[in-house]
């Protein structure tokens, strides 16, 4: 199934715009976090700290692959495990307040445009997306 002339953009991706779409996430998912702190109580605090770290890994990620990221969390270096995770994220993000619908909604979208890129065959992931492919089965036991 070709969906490319669905989805006309998906030909001119590179990696400087995933990158940048990445890090707006991040920083989307660090202040959808920070608004889970209002109103205070136990459960929002947990969740906007957990938020706040996802959305400071996803940035750095960008920057710099800690070896033990592509072990553990390879899933973050396929459009398809990524835009799981951006779903994830957007619809803990869902509730309350207009920032944190509109916040969630971002991340969602971006998150099931992910999940479409997986089965566009003329799409290639980015690079710094690229990463982990070596990782499955060469591992040494």
């Known amino acids: 199934m070709d969906l490319s002339n669905i989805l006309p953009f998906a030909n001119k991706i590179t990696l400087n715009h995933s990158r940048l779409v990445n890090l707006a996430v991040g920083v989307i998912m660090v202040l959808g976090g920070v608004s889970q702190f209002f109103p205070i109580s136990f459960q929002s605090v947990v969740i906007g700290c957990y938020v706040i770290l996802f959305?400071?890994?996803?940035?750095?990620?960008?920057?710099?692959?800690?070896?033990?990221?592509?072990?553990y969390a390879s899933f973050l270096f396929s459009f398809l495990g990524r835009g799981i995770f951006y779903i994830f994220i957007g619809s803990i993000l869902l509730h309350d307040h207009v920032l944190r619908i509109i916040a969630g909604s971002i991340v969602g979208v971006i998150g099931v445009v992910?999940?479409?890129?997986?089965?566009i065959p003329s799409i290639e992931p980015p690079q710094n997306m690229r990463e982990a492919d070596a990782g499955w089965g060469a591992e040494e036991v």
Request: hydrophobic share 50%.
């Open 55 to 71: 959305g400071l890994g996803t940035a750095l990620l960008e920057f710099q692959i800690p070896p033990y990221v592509a072990r």
């Open 114 to 119: 992910y999940v479409v890129l997986e089965y």
